[in-house]
């Protein structure tokens, strides 16, 4: 591609503490009666407590709704839209990490334009329709250090019909980005989420959409992860690194959402949604049989990332630099503290169980370069190790 649009879907407000300026956010955004979303762990932490006190200070009407669940299942979406049109809200606070942000999203469409969205999401995923009326402005507080969701066009949902994860698209109107709400993060899901921001960055360099511009973004994302998650590991009060984490995360998700995610981004979802894994752990275990398949196409890329994480080559052959980057990755993702899938009892036979929904889905097509069902099928038997 030799032209590319390069651009950030919403303003981000960056740095330790700027949870307490959420309510100036909101009333700069000219909303003033708002549903703030989470879920009972980030709750039990305090985190949103913080971003309600701040919202109550500046003036802002708030209604907390704590129900949020894991991968964003299509009924808490009805539930808490109930409550969104029962309060009349004129926006939706997301404070947590991606299934809250998520929801949160979901929650700002479907809430003005029915629970019919949710039967219908294909169709506005693909342009196929567009909302009746305009979803209301969400305001994205992560406080996991992972999906981006706050920078990002979609929400991430569990479909009924569809037994699957699917994109809904909905833009965030602002993002609140402090590291401090990253602090309560437990050990494991910071190694989970890190890989997470890790996995977006490595396939945002090789989707159809890739520029200079994302690629610049997703190098930097992970060489910051490659720092800083194990510091993090280390010590979850190390605040340098938990920032340097929470920027990652968030310049990761810029980097996809300009150009993409896709076969990686279609396994984990499959894998994550059959055997009820954590999308971050999908995420580090499919990662490095992505690069091994995607440094065919893009030799040059994968050597750089490999290079970044202390890959050693014995050639300049794509196969070698695909080996020896993936080798680099995986071994970086058991030293962080991720279980193998085979630790997670997967085998072959179950990773080949969804190698047709990856194929089939159009999310896998969006790779810049071309593959065969028989690379899928390569690439789930990679994941194991
Ligand atoms: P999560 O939101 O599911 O949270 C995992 C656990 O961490 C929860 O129990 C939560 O209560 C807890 N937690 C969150 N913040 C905490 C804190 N500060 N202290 C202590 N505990 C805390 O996990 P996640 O990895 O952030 O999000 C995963 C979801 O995001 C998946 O559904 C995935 O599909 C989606 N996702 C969306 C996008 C997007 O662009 N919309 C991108 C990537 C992933």
């Known amino acids: 591609m030799n032209y590319y649009p390069y651009f950030q879907l919403a303003p981000v407000l960056f740095g330790r503490g700027v949870a307490g300026q959420t309510g100036e956010v909101v009333k700069k955004l000219g909303c003033g009666n708002a549903l703030l979303v989470t879920d009972p762990g980030v709750a039990a932490v305090g985190a949103a407590e913080t971003v309600r006190a701040a919202l109550a200070a500046a003036g802002v009407a708030v209604t907390v709704w704590d129900q949020a669940q894991m991968d964003c299942?299509?009924?808490?979406?009805?539930?808490?839209?109930?409550?969104?049109?029962?309060?009349?809200?004129?926006?939706?606070?997301?404070?947590?990490?991606g299934s809250v942000l998520d929801t949160a999203k979901a929650v700002a469409a479907v809430s003005v334009n029915g629970d019919g969205v949710l039967g219908e999401m294909p169709l506005y995923l693909?342009?196929?329709?567009?909302?009746?009326?305009?979803?209301?402005?969400?305001?994205?507080?992560?406080?996991?250090?992972?999906?981006?969701?706050e920078s990002t066009f979609v929400a991430v949902v569990t479909s009924d019909a569809l037994d699957c994860k699917i994109g809904l698209p909905v833009h965030p109107a602002y993002g609140v980005v402090d590291p401090l709400l990253t602090r309560t993060v437990p050990q494991d899901i910071t190694a989970y989420t890190g890989m997470d921001a890790f996995s977006h960055a490595n396939e945002a360099l090789t989707e159809q959409k890739a520029s200079r511009h994302s690629d610049l973004l997703a190098y930097e994302a992970i060489r910051l992860i490659r720092d800083d998650l194990p510091a993090a590991i280390a010590d979850g009060s190390n605040m340098e690194a938990r920032e340097n984490l929470a920027f990652a995360s968030n310049i990761a998700g810029i980097s996809f959402n300009e150009s993409g995610t896709h076969i990686g981004h279609s396994i984990a979802h499959a894998l994550g949604h059959v055997y009820?894994?954590?999308?971050?752990?999908?995420?580090?275990?499919?990662?490095?049989?992505?690069?091994?398949?995607?440094?065919?196409?893009?030799?040059?890329?994968?050597?750089?990332?490999?290079?970044?994480?202390?890959?050693?080559?014995?050639?300049?052959?794509?196969?070698?630099?695909?080996?020896?980057?993936?080798?680099?990755?995986?071994?970086?993702?058991?030293?962080?503290?991720?279980?193998?899938?085979?630790?997670?009892?997967?085998?072959?036979?179950?990773?080949?169980?969804?190698?047709?929904?990856?194929?089939?889905?159009?999310?896998?097509?969006?790779?810049?370069?071309?593959?065969?069902?028989?690379?899928?099928?390569?690439?789930?038997?990679?994941?194991?190790?």
Request: net charge negative.
């Open 126 to 149: 693909t342009g196929q329709k567009q909302y009746a009326v305009p979803p209301l402005d969400v305001i994205e507080v992560p406080t996991t250090s992972g999906t981006g969701s």
């Open 276 to 385: 009820h894994l954590p999308h971050g752990v999908c995420c580090a275990n499919v990662t490095p049989a992505v690069i091994a398949f995607t440094a065919r196409a893009y030799p040059e890329k994968m050597r750089k990332l490999g290079e970044l994480m202390g890959a050693v080559f014995s050639s300049d052959a794509p196969a070698e630099i695909g080996r020896a980057a993936a080798k680099a990755v995986r071994e970086f993702a058991v030293r962080v503290g991720v279980p193998t899938f085979r630790q997670l009892g997967l085998d072959e036979e179950k990773v080949l169980a969804v190698r047709d929904a990856v194929w089939n889905d159009a999310l896998a097509h969006a790779y810049g370069g071309s593959f065969t069902p028989e690379d899928v099928e390569q690439m789930l038997l990679d994941t194991l190790g």
């Open 73 to 97: 299942p299509e009924q808490t979406v009805r539930d808490a839209a109930a409550v969104a049109r029962a309060q009349k809200v004129d926006c939706v606070v997301g404070v947590g990490g």
